[in-house]
């Protein structure tokens, strides 16, 4: 751990002084408060409810206290970014429909990326660099973020026609962020060496806190991607029903 730099989030922070580490700060909140009214005012009804509930809880990850404690735990930026991912991405892009033709080329390369930037920004490297580099956190952020929108985006509104494309990414998905999940839980020594000396206050080991980790991305992850590949098959379902002769 670099201890002359600052992480973008502050200090490491002891559970005592936890709920007065919210982050305010001004560009994030400015940026907030125009993406949230922007995409609002640019749809209506059931989809403007939904990209208000979105934008509100990547709100809620980025500026509350577990920006602060994502610098202790790796569970806690675990839990930030399945927040952004599972959560706010897929209500922001239900409410963000695509303007062009649905392309199955498209949708495997938006996975191809969502799953390159995964993997990229939980190793060891990758990881450690976004504490001591605020470009490299918002980075991380950015391409995370941005790419499971974009992957919801596809998948949310595909044509029915595009069933099977569908339940393959689903399912391909769920796998790999579940494989993931997998690794970081059954790894048998901590990895990042930023969280060497930040978990003790909070009663855990490193070790501990990576497993942890690596539940809350293993089992999320696999449920929500394989729910939407459940909803593809079910699609796809009906609509070999519907061919079949009477």
Request: net charge positive.
């Amino acid at each position: 751990m670099n201890l002359q730099t600052l992480p973008y989030c502050g200090a490491a922070p002891l559970p005592g002084e936890l709920w007065q580490r919210f982050n305010l700060d001004p560009a994030l909140l400015a940026s907030l408060t125009l993406l949230t009214f922007l995409h609002a005012r640019s749809v209506k009804g059931a989809q403007r409810v939904s990209a208000v509930t979105g934008w509100l809880i990547a709100a809620a990850a980025l500026v509350s206290p577990l920006c602060a404690l994502s610098v202790a735990l790796f569970s806690a930026r675990i839990g930030q970014h399945m927040l952004l991912l599972l959560l706010a991405a897929p209500l922001i892009a239900y409410a963000w429909p695509t303007r062009s033709a649905w392309h199955a080329s498209r949708a495997w390369l938006v996975a191809a990326a969502f799953f390159a930037f995964l993997w990229l920004w939980h190793m060891p490297g990758p990881y450690d660099a976004t504490f001591s580099s605020t470009p490299t956190y918002w980075l991380m952020h950015v391409t995370l973020f941005g790419s499971a929108i974009l992957l919801w985006r596809d998948l949310l509104h595909s044509p029915p026609g595009r069933a099977v494309e569908v339940l393959l990414i689903g399912t391909l998905t769920s796998m790999q962020m579940g494989l993931l999940g997998a690794v970081l839980t059954f790894a048998s020594h901590p990895l990042f060496s930023w969280h060497f000396i930040t978990t003790a206050a909070w009663g855990l080991t490193p070790l501990r806190d990576q497993q942890l980790g690596g539940v809350l991305m293993w089992v999320p992850g696999i449920a929500l991607f394989l729910l939407l590949a459940a909803r593809a098959f079910a699609l796809l379902w009906r609509r070999l029903e519907s061919e079949e002769p009477a």
